[in-house]
């Protein structure tokens, strides 16, 4: 346990995303990272309730594999038999006391941006991020984020999905220029930050969490850890 934060648990959060790393830390949580390297369109689904579950999981999954390997390549890198007298002893390296019982809880998690009924990912290039945020403009669109929490030690996995509705006033040509021109929204679902200072005035009604509409909806993410433990 970390008596500094009071948490019983070790988290990896499986995200390189800026927002999340801040909502999680906001939560008071302490973390590592680790980022999955999958190929996100090679999944596909029609419902995007189903696009961001299995996303997520198909993240968990890649993370998961990725510590094994890291754990097969430290057994193979140390002796693991030690042999006294007539006794073979296992010294397979391990922790003891209290951090021998801490679980490690794996968060990995998706979002996509639903447009009109249809599904809008990272933007593919300016010309559509451009696209994406023109039609934003006087209009609303809605965030779909997955959150899955997997205990590295049990095996126990949950997951869920939050959705959030977004209005906006009428967005200037100006501003989706300054926008496409500082490049952030190309690496974020549908192009859209809500919290970004060019954006956020234009921001008329969020109807949810904001920390949904940035990737990490704390509410869920406190409950699925709790089901998991």
């Known amino acids: 346990m970390d008596s500094s934060t009071g948490q019983e648990f070790k988290i990896i959060l499986g995200s390189s995303s800026v ?3 801040k909502i999680l830390a906001d939560m008071g949580f302490e973390f590592t990272t680790m980022s999955a390297d999958i190929d996100e369109k090679a999944i596909r689904k029609e419902k995007p309730e189903d696009l961001v579950t299995a ?8 993370i998961v594999g990725k510590l094994k390997n890291v754990e097969n390549q430290e057994k193979d890198a140390k002796p693991t038999l030690v ?3 007539d006794t073979v002893e296992n010294v397979q390296p391990k922790r003891h006391g209290k951090e021998d019982a801490e679980p490690t809880l794996l968060i990995t998690c998706d979002q996509v941006v639903v447009y009109e009924g249809m599904i809008r990912e990272k933007p593919s290039s300016e010309e559509e991020a451009r696209e994406f945020i023109k039609g934003y403009s006087g209009s609303h669109a809605a965030t779909l ?3 899955l929490v997997t205990n590295l030690s049990t095996g126990l996995r949950k997951g869920d999905w939050d959705k959030v509705e977004i209005h906006f006033h009428d967005i200037p040509e100006q501003i989706i220029d300054n926008l496409i021109k500082e490049g952030n929204v190309l690496n974020v679902a549908g192009g859209l930050i809500i ?3 060019l954006v956020l005035p234009y921001v008329k009604e ?4 904001t920390d949904s509409v940035m990737g990490l909806p704390k509410e869920l993410t406190r409950r699925l850890m709790k089901e998991v433990l």
């Open 19 to 21: 927002a999340r790393k």
């Open 55 to 62: 996303l997520a999981e198909a993240k968990a999954n890649a």
């Open 83 to 85: 042999i006294a007298a």
């Open 145 to 147: 984020s997955s959150v």
């Open 195 to 197: 919290e970004h200072p």
């Open 206 to 209: 969020v109807v949810g969490g």
